[in-house]
T-cell receptor
């Protein structure tokens, strides 16, 4: 059974700060997903990673397959980045769906 | 950009009643999923559906639950004899297949009273 752990659970930072959210998982996976959940509840896919690093705007996601660890970074954080960020592990079979972490509740204060 | 559409956005039902949650996945996607998120908890996998049948289901997905693809577009989750603990946000998702990303619907908030 794959366990997905995230840290920190809660993070409050000032606008402009560099943010890092960490994710670790217990078994081999085919991909790691980073998702964003806003207060209304909807889930938006940010990244799908199987190796290395991806960047989209101010968001950067990295993964170390050997260490079973991934990080999500936000540069020049802004209050509109406030949301819950969730990592989810994909075993790759299609049928298995995703195993989710508990999420990191991020608040960026102006 | 294609979307996964879920209806209703919010449903309140009496304990013991049956509810049907509806989803329209992205048209060329082949895998469909239902997930559940109880308030304050993590998102949990319920079931996956491929080629008109269940592919995998979690231990949560017991005989109270069923899924159907009644036509070429809709994908439904039926919950029979609802219990208070079924109150949660239910998300539908679809994917083209292994190695591809997922698109989530905006969720149905089910409240059982």
């Amino acid at each position: 059974k794959n366990e997905v752990e995230q840290s920190p659970q809660n993070l409050t930072a000032q606008e402009g700060e560099f943010i890092t959210i960490n994710c670790s998982y217990s078994v081999g996976i085919s991909a790691l997903h980073w998702l964003q959940q806003h207060p209304g509840g909807g889930i938006v896919s940010l990244f799908m990673l199987s190796s290395g690093k991806k960047k989209h705007g101010r968001l950067i996601a990295t993964i170390n397959i050997q260490e079973k660890h991934s990080s999500l970074h936000i540069t020049a954080s802004h209050p509109r980045d406030s949301a819950v960020y969730i990592c989810a592990a994909d075993l790759g079979g299609g049928a298995d769906g995703l195993t989710f972490g508990k999420g990191t509740h991020l608040i960026i204060q102006p | 950009e294609p979307e996964v559409t879920q209806t209703p956005s919010h449903q309140v039902t009496q304990m013991g009643q049956e509810v049907i949650l509806r989803c329209v996945p992205i048209s060329n996607h082949l895998y469909f999923y239902w997930y559940r998120q109880i308030l304050g908890q993590k998102v949990e996998f319920l079931v996956s559906f491929y080629n008109n049948e269940i592919s995998e289901k979690s231990e949560i997905f017991d005989d109270q639950f069923s899924v159907e693809r009644p036509d070429g577009s809709n994908f439904t989750l039926k919950i029979r004899s609802t219990k208070l603990e079924d109150s949660a946000m239910y998300f539908c998702a679809s994917s083209p297949g292994p190695g591809y990303g997922y698109t989530f619907g905006s969720g149905t908030r089910l409240t059982v009273v």
